[in-house]
């Protein structure tokens, strides 16, 4: 009968001290988006750091705290602990198409720092135009960076649609869309 229990004896886990609140996050190019990373109590004034890479060992740090709870930012990258709370919040603005990839919640540590991945998707964004009867023939086209010199013309309507890198028009009577999307 011993062996019985011992076959039932519950089997006890350790938990990784640092966890993503969601392994996937996504926000709108030109937008942002925001990531939690939760760490055990005992962690509080380690260096938390965000860095990018699908691999753990080729990843690049982006930005890191300084073992406090003041923001630190490089360029649209910014992070901030919360040492009460146990958590740390990664902010990137200005979304690109290329920002999509997988990156890492850090804590910097003696031997191989603690990381959980999170996958960043980039979402479409559609905008629309409106126009009168009147300028039914003309060409529609999206601009980008558009100024007083003129501008780099990223995708026109010849016709109904049409896709050009990852920029698509739609045309219909008095109004044309344009979808912006990651890959």
Known sequence: ???????FLPIVQASYPLRAVSNAVSGPVRGLLTVQC???PGWE?????????????????????????????NNHVSIKDNQKQFTFIVTMEELR???????????????TDLGVSVKVTIDPVTMQCHYGPRWETYVESWCEDADSNGCNILVETPGLALKKNRVSINQKKHT????IWGE
């Open 1 to 7: 009968m011993w062996l019985f229990a011992v076959l």
């Open 176 to 179: 044309f869309s344009m979808t």
């Open 97 to 111: 198409w290329n920002y999509e990839d997988t990156y890492w919640c850090g804590i910097e540590r003696y031997g």
């Open 45 to 73: 004034t380690y260096k938390k750091w965000w860095c990018r890479g699908a691999e753990w060992s080729d990843c690049h740090i982006l930005v890191t705290t300084n073992g406090s709870e003041e923001e630190a930012k």
């Open 38 to 40: 939760r760490y055990d």
